[in-house]
């Protein structure tokens, strides 16, 4: 059992949560509440990782973030060390490939709230910031908190992405994916048994609190 | 009118405007008009949540809108009853009341608030989520959250509209009491025409958001502006005629109707030979007794063969088919037993009066081709 890895994989996966629960709140909100034009576009590029091979999504955020681009070099210019093959690339990589997990469940939870209740709260004299707090995140709680299980069970999950930006560097970039295709790799399969089961059965309780959630939207 | 409201808003599109609306404090005034013609926008164009290309819109002395100004909902003191209520769902019906209590200090809001649920019959289900509230209490909680604000003016979406009828005359009533403790506008969008007569002060007639005519319920019902609002109204009586001459000092004009000449109340803007519409409300038209003339009769006589009678109670409904190339229904309501009495039935030959005060001229405006002047 890689403890070290897996304790890579829950960090990565609370930091993923954690910066997407403000920005996939963002995006969720304006693509649930402001019909405008382009938003198809807008919606199909946030969808995109779901159909898109990791490793083509793992060859674009190379591209454009390796060393040898200005991003990568002025990053390193700025930071002291590269963005490719870092816990931070690790980062940029999932969220990206994380997006329309976080983004669709809170999308469909605000979407749900009718239009008369938020403008009966502004009528009411609440600011657009106490809507928020006091009707609106009441609401698409259930929405909110799906989309971070979802998000922090596919950043434990996630293979392909991870492998290509980041690579296989215990203790930094090695997560717990990774370290199940390495034990295999070398004919250990009782750690690699053990790992997968602790997968297995972490996606199986994420799933269901999931769908436990939406089918408390339903019955409200 | 500093105190009261004062709206006006205009636009070609995408939702056309062409509408003033004048509400001083304790007065109702109704805004009817058929599904889309712009009654809810104006509503919300009051309110804040929409924001029309140029108009007006002062109340109490402030200008919340004006083209340059524009006050946001929250800045604009509203209260709003929504047609659906548009309550918070997970909130108690206290809670409803109370979180748009804001300007109240904290510690006063929850005695405010049962206050307001008092006033609108709600004492003991403070509690209560608004699943589970029947409809007419969820419109008496949208209310009191409306009042929570110590509204400038009060709007009233079709707030009786989702609700059954004995629970809508309950709802109206106590509408009807409350005005008289709330002593500020009241703007009432409905497309219920018994209601807008009952409740309003006065109406505001629309259509694809232009202001049709404006007046007392009594006003628009009995002398509408055009034939537009005539059949926007549903007034039953609506004929086409030409105008024949003015006599002015019986304060008079003189209609054509097919081969009759009918006396109707004077109308000096239409000038003879001029295609006219008119109405005359049912109450105007007077049976013949058969039996005993009288000198009444002389004026406006019509006849006609009866279609239908049907009882509504007290009070009959009479329709009668105008004989010679007229050939039109004409609608009368007398007191059964008269009706009785007179032995009205299907098939029967009957001459009825057109009383002249209640025979209303308005200029043509017709569906198809204006009748042909006459030189009779």
Redesign the interface.
């Known amino acids: 059992m890689d403890w070290i890895a897996l304790r890579l994989s829950l960090e990565l996966a609370a930091w993923t949560a954690a910066v997407l629960l403000p920005l996939g709140m963002l995006i969720a909100r304006e693509l649930a509440w402001r019909p405008r034009a382009g938003r198809a576009w807008f919606e199909a590029m946030v969808a995109l990782p779901l159909v898109l091979p990791p490793t083509v999504l793992g060859y674009y955020l190379l591209s454009m973030f390796g060393g040898t681009t200005w991003i990568g070099q002025a990053y390193q210019a700025l930071v002291g060390r590269p963005l490719a093959f870092s816990f931070q690339g690790l980062l940029l990589a999932s969220v990206v490939f994380n997006l329309p997990f976080a983004v669709q469940p809170m999308q469909r939870a605000f979407e749900a709230i009718p239009r008369d209740v938020r403008e009966a709260a502004w009528v009411s004299g609440l600011s657009h910031w106490r809507t928020f707090w006091r009707v609106e995140l009441p609401l698409a709680w259930t929405g909110v908190v799906s989309s971070m299980v979802l998000t922090v069970a596919h950043t434990v999950g996630e293979f392909g992405v991870v492998l290509m930006m980041g690579g296989n560097i215990p203790g930094q970039t090695r997560t717990i994916s990774i370290a199940i295709y390495d034990r295999v790799q070398a004919f250990d399969d009782r750690a690699a048994a053990l790992m997968s089961a602790l997968l297995l059965g972490f996606s199986l309780v994420a799933i269901a609190v999931v769908y436990g959630l939406s089918d408390r939207r339903a019955r409200a | 009118m500093s105190e009261g409201l004062y709206a006006r808003f205009e636009q070609s599109g995408p939702i056309p405007l062409a509408t003033e609306l004048r509400c001083a404090p304790g007065e109702l005034v109704a805004l009817v008009g058929p599904s889309g013609s712009g009654k809810s926008t104006i509503l919300r164009g009051i ?3 929409y924001r029309p290309r140029a108009g007006e819109v002062r109340c109490a002395g402030e200008t919340w809108f004006d083209g340059v100004v524009d006050l ?3 800045r604009r003191r ?3 009853v ?3 209520y ?5 909130l108690s019906a206290l809670a409803n009341v109370t ?2 209590a ?2 109240v200090p904290p510690g006063e809001r929850d005695t405010r608030g049962r206050e307001l649920l008092e006033l609108a019959n709600l004492a003991g289900l403070e509690a209560r989520r608004p699943a589970q509230l029947s409809g007419g209490q969820q419109q008496r909680v949208a209310l009191a ?1 409306a009042l ?2 110590d509204p400038q003016v009060l709007l009233l979406d079709e707030p009786f509209a989702a609700v059954d009828r004995v629970t809508r005359r309950k709802l109206q009533r106590e509408l009807a009491l409350l005005r008289k403790r709330v002593r500020i506008p009241i703007v009432l969008v409905t497309h219920d025409l018994d209601e807008a007569r009952v409740l309003g002060d006065s109406m505001s007639i629309l259509h694809h958001g232009h202001t049709l005519q404006c007046g007392s319920p009594v006003e628009v019902m009995t002398r509408p502006a055009s034939a537009e609002v005539a059949r926007l109204l549903d007034l039953g009586n609506l004929f086409e005629g030409v105008v024949r001459e003015h006599r002015a000092e019986r304060n008079r004009t003189l209609i054509g109707w097919g081969d009759y000449q009918l006396e109707a109340v004077h109308a000096p803007r239409l000038k003879p030979g001029d295609p006219v519409n008119w109405v005359i409300a049912p109450e105007y038209v007077v049976l013949h007794r058969r039996d005993r003339p009288s000198q009444g009769e002389r004026e406006n006589p019509v006849s006609g063969v009866v279609q239908d009678c049907v009882s509504l109670g007290e009070t009959t409904s009479v329709s009668i088919r105008i004989g010679g190339r007229i050939g039109e229904q004409l609608a009368m309501n007398i007191a059964t037993h008269h009706a009785r009495r007179n032995k009205l039935a299907p098939g029967e030959s009957i001459t009825v009066t057109l009383l002249g005060e209640g025979i209303h001229l308005m200029p043509w405006g017709g569906r198809h081709a204006p009748p042909a002047t006459d030189s009779a």
């Open positions: 309110a804040g949540l946001s909902p929250q509203c209260g709003l929504f047609q659906n548009a309550l918070f769902p997970h979180l748009a804001g300007h959250r929570a604000r």
